[in-house]
């Protein structure tokens, strides 16, 4: 695609990356079939290809923010089903990204949006603010509706989406000293991000990843400090924001490196590790940061990823349930982990059935559902559906966003991939499961082993 930028607007690095990105684009529309706004609207506005000639105009001519243009950007998922398509490798996140920051900053939001918006920030990346908010939705409608009454609609839809997600419970993955379940000998370390919403929604995921770990010579750290990986504010269009929770996190991880061998640094929401991959991207040419963030990039993992790679041993139950597997888009799009997570389920016993348009997305996706609820509701309902379809006993996935966003609503449980793996190698029941219990079987201790010793495998 061809720019007009002039020989002054490209010595601002901003522009010259925008610049590089919209020149890879040459019109072939093949995003667009995989688009879920374009599939849903039939609208070249609602697709990348229209969306990137908009953004192309905007950051040329430098000026103010249109209210439509702020409309058809904010519409975009962030799904990246659109960069696995393309077949000239366009950067399409990163350009998204920047146009988010730059109508965050020049646009003319109304104050209710740009209200909602701060809150949600200050809400969502404190875990003790978000368990307080969850305690306080649980009063549900009264307060709901003083907030709605007050203006803010998205800030009502999110207490409202809040209010009906799961229970948060105390877990064992606070940050500060590596947490150790097991007396085994180690001969792995990797460090863990507890995550921002998982670790209030539904922390029993984490616990779940370190118990599967552990006892099998893995030492999982959660190490104190480490917060919010910074997708989110990305998704907000508060990047500088993001660029901090990025610089923060590399600067405790490098310290880590440093002092002992690290082999990993997982997470287990594939949102967090599809955006730590691309911090070399992110943060590149940032003075003292060049060495850090590519061996942080290198070593950031999904937790499906890493147990692909480690020798786990077989399970120790089987089971006659079919369970769906539903690929985030962080997870197949952002970072093309395809086949690992079913092939660990079904190594585990599980039997493991495709979901039609596997590729498009659920809906979620960071605030989406909150911002936009129409569309994300119409992307619900398809989702649901095609679940539907194959009539699964549980639908597994990697990211909170998908568990929390497809569980309301559906007549299926909806439990993180980790989750059935803890409960295959001998962890208990997940949570929501236990009227499955019957449908899981021991299997019998090999002779001259203890169980404790199948454990240790």
């Given at each position: 695609m061809?720019?007009?930028?002039?020989?002054q607007?490209?010595?601002?690095?901003?522009?010259?990356?925008?610049d590089k990105?919209?020149?890879?684009?040459?019109?072939c529309?093949?995003?667009?079939?995989?688009?879920?706004?374009?599939?849903?609207?039939?609208?070249?506005?609602?697709?990348?290809?229209?969306?990137?000639?908009?953004?192309?105009?905007?950051?040329e001519?430098n000026?103010?923010?249109?209210?439509?243009?702020m409309?058809?950007?904010?519409?975009?998922?962030?799904?990246?089903?659109?960069m696995?398509?393309?077949p000239?490798?366009?950067?399409?996140?990163?350009?998204?990204?920047?146009?988010?920051?730059?109508?965050?900053?020049?646009?003319?939001?109304?104050?209710?949006e740009?209200?909602a918006?701060?809150?949600?920030?200050a809400?969502?990346?404190?875990?003790?603010?978000?368990?307080?908010v969850?305690?306080?939705a649980s009063y549900g409608?009264?307060l709901?509706?003083?907030?709605?009454?007050?203006g803010l609609?998205?800030?009502?839809?999110?207490?409202d989406?809040i209010s009906?997600?799961?229970?948060?419970?105390n877990?064992s993955t606070?940050?500060?000293?590596?947490?150790a379940?097991?007396?085994l000998?180690?001969?792995?370390?990797v460090?863990?991000l507890?995550?921002c919403?998982?670790?209030?929604l539904?922390?029993?995921?984490?616990?779940a990843?370190?118990?599967l770990?552990?006892?099998?010579?893995?030492k999982?750290e959660v190490?104190?400090?480490?917060?919010?990986?910074g997708?989110l504010?990305?998704?907000m269009?508060?990047?500088?924001q993001?660029?901090e929770?990025?610089?923060?996190?590399?600067?405790?991880?490098?310290?880590?490196?440093?002092?002992e061998s690290?082999d990993?640094?997982?997470?287990?929401t594939?949102?967090c590790?599809?955006?730590?991959?691309?911090?070399?991207?992110?943060?590149?040419n940032?003075?003292?940061?060049?060495?850090?963030?590519q061996?942080i990039?290198d070593?950031a993992?999904?937790?499906?990823?890493?147990?692909?790679r480690?020798?786990?041993?077989?399970?120790?139950r089987?089971?006659s349930?079919?369970?769906?597997?539903?690929a985030?888009c962080t997870?197949v799009?952002g970072?093309?982990?395809?086949?690992?997570?079913?092939?660990?389920?079904?190594n585990?016993?599980f039997?493991?059935?495709?979901?039609?348009?596997?590729?498009i997305?659920?809906?979620?996706?960071?605030?989406?559902?909150?911002?936009?609820?129409?569309i994300?509701k119409s992307?619900?309902e398809?989702?649901?559906?095609?679940?539907?379809?194959v009539?699964?006993?549980i639908?597994?996935?990697?990211?909170?966003g998908?568990i929390d966003h497809?569980?309301?609503?559906?007549?299926f449980?909806?439990?993180?991939?980790?989750?059935?793996?803890?409960?295959?190698?001998?962890?208990?029941v997940?949570?929501?499961l236990?009227?499955?219990?019957?449908?899981?079987?021991?299997?019998p201790?090999p002779?001259?082993?203890?169980?404790?010793d199948?454990?240790?495998?």
């Amino acid at each position: 695609m061809k720019t007009d930028f002039t020989l002054q607007q490209l010595q601002d690095p901003c522009l010259e990356e925008v610049d590089k990105i919209v020149k890879r684009c040459f019109h072939c529309g093949l995003c667009n079939a995989t688009c879920p706004t374009y599939i849903l609207l039939s609208d070249e506005r609602n697709g990348p290809r229209g969306r990137i000639y908009m953004m192309k105009n905007m950051f040329e001519r430098n000026n103010d923010v249109s209210s439509d243009m702020m409309r058809y950007v904010d519409r975009c998922l962030s799904c990246l089903s659109c960069m696995t398509t393309c077949p000239a490798n366009v950067e399409y996140r990163n350009l998204i990204d920047r146009a988010r920051d730059f109508i965050q900053e020049r646009g003319s939001r109304p104050w209710q949006e740009r209200v909602a918006l701060t809150i949600l920030a200050a809400i969502i990346l404190n875990p003790g603010r978000f368990s307080l908010v969850l305690r306080l939705a649980s009063y549900g409608r009264p307060l709901i509706n003083l907030i709605r009454i007050a203006g803010l609609k998205q800030l009502a839809a999110a207490f409202d989406i809040i209010s009906k997600s799961r229970s948060f419970r105390n877990s064992s993955t606070k940050g500060g000293k590596p947490i150790a379940i097991s007396k085994l000998k180690y001969e792995t370390k990797v460090l863990m991000l507890a995550g921002c919403e998982l670790q209030v929604l539904r922390p029993v995921i984490n616990d779940a990843a370190i118990r599967l770990l552990s006892k099998r010579g893995v030492k999982v750290e959660v190490t104190s400090g480490s917060g919010c990986c910074g997708s989110l504010m990305l998704h907000m269009g508060f990047q500088k924001q993001a660029f901090e929770f990025a610089k923060s996190n590399v600067d405790i991880w490098w310290k880590s490196i440093q002092d002992e061998s690290v082999d990993a640094i997982i997470t287990t929401t594939s949102d967090c590790s599809a955006t730590i991959k691309n911090y070399a991207y992110k943060l590149k040419n940032i003075d003292g940061y060049d060495e850090k963030i590519q061996k942080i990039a290198d070593k950031a993992m999904d937790i499906t990823e890493f147990l692909s790679r480690t020798d786990i041993g077989p399970s120790i139950r089987w089971s006659s349930l079919k369970v769906a597997y539903h690929a985030s888009c962080t997870m197949v799009h952002g970072q093309q982990i395809i086949e690992a997570p079913k092939k660990l389920l079904k190594n585990a016993g599980f039997t493991v059935v495709e979901i039609p348009e596997q590729h498009i997305c659920c809906g979620s996706q960071g605030i989406y559902r909150i911002m936009q609820p129409e569309i994300a509701k119409s992307l619900h309902e398809r989702k649901v559906l095609n679940i539907s379809k194959v009539k699964p006993d549980i639908v597994a996935t990697g990211s909170i966003g998908c568990i929390d966003h497809i569980g309301l609503g559906g007549n299926f449980p909806v439990v993180h991939v980790v989750e059935l793996l803890d409960w295959a190698y001998g962890g208990p029941v997940p949570e929501g499961l236990s009227h499955f219990e019957s449908f899981i079987y021991n299997v019998p201790t090999p002779p001259g082993r203890t169980m404790e010793d199948y454990l240790s495998l």
